[in-house]
C-alpha cells in the first residue's frame, strides 16, 4: 500500500512538473485542481487546502512551484512573498484581490499602521514566533463548531489570527486556541508530519501532534456580553466606530492603547483595573506575569478580560472614561503614552478634562491642530 501511495504521489508530481516547469511559451499554465478562497479563510489554509486537493503534502507543492522560495520559517499570512501571491493569481482560478484579501495584510490601515519592518509585529495580530518550522505561540484560534460545519473540508478563518477574538458570534461559542488533548498549539500545516504516504490521511480539522480531532472540543458558551462585544468589534472593522469615527484605525489605536494600560504592571494598571473590576463585579485574574508582555503574547484567558474592561471603558463615551480617569492620573500624558496620533475625538476629550491648557492653546485643540 505504501509503495502505491508513493509511486502516485511521484506521478502526481512528474505531472505538476512537467506542466509548469517544460510547458512551451504561449501556453496558459493552470492548476488543474484549484477551488478558490472561501469566504474569510485564511491564506495558509487556502494553501494547504490546494496542496491537498492535488494529492501533495503541502511542502512539496510549494518546494515545485516556488523551490527558491522559503515558506515555513516566516508567518505567511502576515508577512507573504508578495511574488508567490502573483504567481498563484496567475495559476489558479482566484484574482490578485482575492489572494491579497485571505492575507493578514487585508487589515493594514484597519487595525494596524503600515511599518518600515515588514517582520515587526503589529497591533492584534497574534504573533506566531516559528522556529524551525514550528509555532511557539498559540497565534491561530479556531472555533470546533465552525470546523465541524464545514464538514468535509474544513478552513481556518482569517479572524482567528486576531488578538481580539475571543468567541464565534455565528456559533455562540468560545474560541480554543490550543489542542485540548496535548496543550500543543495549532499547526494545521504540519498534520503531514512522519507521515510515508503522500499527504495525511486527516483533514487539517486534526491536532498535528497528538490526532485529535479538533471538531470534537467542548463547547463553552460565550457570555452575551461577549458576544457583543465581539460582534461589535468585527462589525467596525467594517463600518468604522461610528458617524463622526468612519475609519476604524482611529478607534482601534485607542483600544489598543487602553488594552496595554490594563494590562500592565504600572500602579495606575492596577488601580484602574480594581475601579473596573468593582463597577462590573467581573473576575480579576492574575496580572503579575515575570516581565512585560505585548498584549498579542497574552494568554487567551488573560485577553478576553483585558477587551470587556477596555470596551467597558469606552461605552458611554466620554462620560464613563472620565470617570474613571479622573483622580486617578497624575497628568494628561499618561492618557496619551505610546499614542503617536492620537484621533481628535480622544484627544480632545484628555486635553478638556486631564491637562491645563491656556486660552490659546484650547482654541487649538478645539480645530484639532494641538500638538500633545
Given at each position: 500500500?505504501?509503495?502505491?501511495?508513493?509511486?502516485?504521489?511521484?506521478?502526481?508530481?512528474?505531472?505538476?512538473?512537467?506542466?509548469?516547469?517544460?510547458?512551451?511559451?504561449?501556453?496558459?499554465?493552470?492548476?488543474?485542481?484549484?477551488?478558490?478562497?472561501?469566504?474569510?479563510?485564511?491564506?495558509?489554509?487556502?494553501?494547504?487546502?490546494?496542496?491537498?486537493?492535488?494529492?501533495?503534502?503541502?511542502?512539496?507543492?510549494t518546494k515545485i512551484l516556488w523551490p527558491e522560495?522559503?515558506?515555513?520559517?516566516?508567518?505567511?499570512?502576515?508577512?507573504?512573498?508578495?511574488?508567490?501571491?502573483?504567481?498563484?493569481?496567475?495559476?489558479?482560478?482566484?484574482?490578485?484581490?482575492?489572494?491579497l484579501e485571505t492575507t493578514l495584510r487585508s487589515y493594514q490601515d484597519i487595525l494596524y499602521q503600515?511599518?518600515?519592518?515588514?517582520?515587526?509585529?503589529?497591533?492584534?495580530?497574534?504573533?506566531?514566533?516559528?522556529?524551525?518550522?514550528?509555532?511557539?505561540?498559540?497565534?491561530?484560534l479556531f472555533c470546533p463548531?465552525?470546523?465541524?460545519?464545514?464538514?468535509?473540508?474544513?478552513?481556518?478563518?482569517?479572524?482567528?489570527?486576531?488578538?481580539?477574538?475571543?468567541?464565534?458570534?455565528?456559533?455562540?461559542?468560545?474560541?480554543?486556541?490550543q489542542c485540548p488533548e496535548c496543550g500543543k498549539p495549532i499547526m494545521f500545516f504540519r498534520n503531514e508530519l512522519g507521515k510515508k504516504t503522500s499527504q495525511s490521511d486527516r483533514p487539517i480539522s486534526f491536532c498535528y501532534n497528538c490526532g485529535f480531532n479538533l471538531t470534537t472540543s467542548e463547547r463553552i458558551v460565550a457570555s452575551a456580553q461577549e458576544l457583543s462585544i465581539q460582534q461589535r468589534l468585527y462589525s467596525i472593522m467594517k463600518e468604522g466606530y461610528c458617524s463622526n469615527v468612519i475609519y476604524p484605525i482611529l478607534f482601534f489605536d485607542v483600544l489598543h492603547f487602553l488594552v496595554k494600560l490594563l494590562a500592565g504592571n504600572l500602579t495606575l494598571s492596577q488601580n484602574?483595573?480594581?475601579?473596573?473590576?468593582?463597577?462590573?463585579?467581573?473576575?480579576?485574574?492574575?496580572?503579575?506575569?515575570?516581565?512585560?508582555?505585548?498584549?498579542?503574547a497574552l494568554p487567551l484567558h488573560v485577553r478576553r478580560l483585558v477587551i470587556t474592561m477596555a470596551f467597558w471603558l469606552l461605552d458611554d463615551w466620554p462620560h464613563r472614561f472620565i470617570s474613571v480617569f479622573t483622580s486617578r492620573i497624575k497628568h494628561g500624558s499618561e492618557l496619551l503614552r505610546d499614542l503617536k496620533n492620537p484621533p481628535y475625538w480622544y484627544k480632545?476629550?484628555?486635553?478638556?478634562?486631564?491637562?491645563?491648557?491656556?486660552?490659546?492653546?484650547r482654541s487649538k485643540c478645539e480645530i484639532g491642530h494641538i500638538d500633545l
Open positions: 500500500m505504501i509503495i502505491y501511495l508513493l509511486r502516485k504521489e511521484k506521478s502526481i508530481l512528474n505531472h505538476i512538473e512537467l506542466q509548469f516547469r517544460h510547458c512551451p511559451e504561449g501556453y496558459l499554465k493552470y492548476l488543474p485542481a484549484v477551488r478558490p478562497p472561501k469566504p474569510g479563510e485564511l491564506f495558509s489554509s487556502w494553501l494547504v487546502r490546494t496542496a491537498h486537493q492535488h494529492g501533495l503534502k503541502i511542502h512539496s507543492f522560495v522559503e515558506f515555513w520559517n516566516r508567518d505567511i499570512d502576515f508577512n507573504p512573498n508578495f511574488s508567490v501571491l502573483k504567481s498563484l493569481s496567475e495559476i489558479t482560478c482566484a484574482s490578485i484581490e482575492q489572494i503600515a511599518k518600515t519592518n515588514s517582520t515587526s509585529c503589529a497591533h492584534w495580530i497574534l504573533p506566531m514566533s516559528k522556529y524551525h518550522r514550528f509555532i511557539h505561540n498559540k497565534a491561530i463548531e465552525c470546523l465541524s460545519k464545514d464538514r468535509e473540508d474544513p478552513f481556518f478563518r482569517k479572524t482567528w489570527r486576531l488578538a481580539f477574538s475571543t468567541c464565534c458570534p455565528e456559533c455562540n461559542i468560545q474560541l480554543l486556541d484602574i483595573r480594581d475601579v473596573i473590576t468593582e463597577k462590573t463585579y467581573c473576575n480579576l485574574i492574575d496580572f503579575s506575569f515575570e516581565r512585560r508582555i505585548r498584549f498579542e480632545k476629550v484628555v486635553a478638556d478634562h486631564f491637562y491645563q491648557l491656556t486660552a490659546s492653546q
